[in-house]
């Protein structure tokens, strides 16, 4: 029974040892999980005729996302011998032709969440994005009704402050699942493609909104701080503050700050420079309460309980979170050299053992609340401290400049090698395929019964996101084993076709990203 189950199981998982054979061998693996996973998908959510109102993040617009990432992975995805399903195909046929028919409100302005055009409308234009072969194809033309709903879409957004009223409430008008930073990481992965000249310059006026956007986030998050001080004084607070609901300042990455700031370090760097100093100072703020909880992070402040016997470690509220905005920061060159601390390294070591010993979810393996979604994170940090290793040394040196100090007592830094994160991260998502509705047996394992999510083939919580998390891997398997290849032959790697495309299929999360904006949400 449901309520029988633990918060999460023990975890007594050995990390994979990575070496090329067993990377190899995971591959292998996971891209038959892809292929299997995709044809579960097909057969169980059929195809609706129009659209609803239905968000990406549990409805039927997240299976077409889905799909849509698998089209553009599927160059390591295929293993030679068996062909792959037509991801492409399977993706435009969930994607309605029409214009939807539903109101755009000021509180619902992010694809992921529901009672919105917005996710019809991003799914519209990444159709045809993908009609046209993604970037190596001729530039596609949009329709004008597509640009004319993201125009007014950011004029809200614009317009809205910290709180919007939404059901008789004031809610938090920021947070990645409805509000203003999920609109955000849409339009700037629209802006990473090019398209023919009528479009873009029609699209001109809504990416004149992307600057001000950033603007008006950062303040509502100085906003957020000042009430937050006035009602519950100054000792708790960080710089930026961002309410879930009216007086709950959330941290999570679904509802809180580390998915709103994971999605604003994703903007230009010229976007992003004046808003650095409070961005790093926050960073540190939210690094040293979560060290404060021994790598956990806060649902709320105040407190705010879900009835849960500890801290909970998912997506949404909890630990990953943070890894996520971590991830990010650390590759971002300019804000790490002026502002990183020895307390970043120190949370991305806490956190990552937090999620290690109570990550295996008797949800399952869900993005939001599962498995996966507490695996990904440690992928965009295996790429941060495997690819941008130079730049983080630079940052502790610019740090040892700046303050003086010593970093004798700070010996975490040699434990967070590239395989620290991949080994934890392929462990947990090999292990997924151990849950429903990918497995469909009674109790999976001996010792962990997993439950059947709520929606088991959507995006968030159920199989089309296990399905993004081992394509992820796949891309970055593949990338790490070019890069050993290389490496072994004295060749350089950087530039070298075969690894540029496999990094190039790193994704990121859906709806957050920890890797830039890659041109698909």
């Not at 990432?69 to 399977?90: A, H, I, M």
Request: proline letters at 6%.
């Amino acid at each position: 029974m449901a309520d029988e189950r633990p918060q999460y199981y023990q975890n007594t998982l050995s990390p994979l040892v990575i070496n090329e054979a067993s990377l190899a061998e995971t591959l292998e693996e996971l891209r038959l999980a892809v292929r299997y996973g995709a044809e579960a998908i097909q057969a169980n959510e059929a195809p609706l005729e129009k659209w609803t109102i239905g968000g990406m993040f549990k409805f039927m617009p997240g299976v077409a996302l889905a799909f849509l990432r698998l089209d553009y992975q599927s160059s390591v995805l295929g293993d030679g011998d068996v062909k792959s399903p037509d991801y492409r195909q399977l993706a435009l046929e969930r994607i309605p032709s029409g214009f939807p028919d539903i109101p755009l409100l000021p509180s619902r302005l992010a694809p992921a969440g529901s009672q919105s055009p917005i996710p019809g409308v991003s799914l519209r234009v990444l159709s045809a994005v993908a009609k046209a072969n993604w970037r190596n194809g001729s530039k596609p033309s949009l329709f004008q009704e597509d640009i004319d709903c993201l125009y007014e879409a950011a004029q809200l957004a614009l317009k809205n402050g910290p709180l919007v009223p939404h059901d008789g409430r004031d809610m938090g008008g920021d947070e990645m699942l409805y509000g203003r930073a999920g609109l955000l990481w849409v339009l700037l992965n629209i802006r990473a493609h090019q398209f023919d000249e009528n479009t873009q310059e029609s699209l001109d006026p809504v990416y004149e909104a992307i600057p001000k956007l950033v603007d008006v986030i950062v303040d509502a998050g100085r906003q957020g701080s000042d009430a937050f001080i006035e009602k519950n004084g100054a000792q708790e607070a960080h710089p930026l503050m961002y309410a879930w609901m009216e007086g709950h300042y959330c941290f999570g990455a679904v509802h809180g700050i580390t998915g709103i700031l994971s999605i604003v370090l994703a903007a230009k760097p010229e976007e992003l420079e004046k808003h650095l100093p409070v961005i790093g100072e926050t960073i540190t703020a939210l690094c040293k309460m979560s060290l404060a909880s021994n790598g956990h992070l806060p649902i709320t402040l105040p407190p705010f309980s879900f009835g849960q016997t500890s801290e909970l470690v998912q997506l949404c509220h909890g630990s990953p979170g943070i890894l996520i905005l971590l991830a990010e920061a650390l590759k971002n060159k300019a804000l790490t050299e002026a502002f990183w601390c020895p307390e970043w390294n120190q949370t991305v070591y806490e956190a990552s053992q937090r999620i290690w010993e109570e990550g295996l979810l008797s949800k399952g393996g869900s993005l939001c609340h599962g498995i996966t979604g507490n695996a990904w994170p440690w992928l965009l940090l295996h790429n941060t401290f495997e690819y941008h290793a130079e730049d983080l040394k630079a940052a502790k040196t610019s740090y040892l400049h700046r303050t003086q100090a010593s970093l004798q007592s700070e010996d975490v830094g040699e434990k967070l090698t590239p395989d620290f994160f991949l080994s934890k991260a392929l462990t947990f998502i090999l292990h997924s395929r151990e849950t429903r509705p990918y497995n469909n047996q009674e109790c999976t394992t001996a010792d962990k019964d997993y439950r059947m999510p709520d929606d088991p083939y959507s995006l968030s919580e159920g199989l089309a996101g296990n399905v993004c998390a081992w394509a992820e891997a796949c891309a970055t398997i593949q990338a790490r084993l070019r890069k050993m290849e290389l490496s072994k032959n004295g060749s350089s790697w950087e530039e070298d076709p075969t690894f540029k495309q496999a990094i190039g299929c790193e994704l990121g999360f859906p709806f957050v990203g920890g890797n830039g904006a890659t041109g698909l949400i």
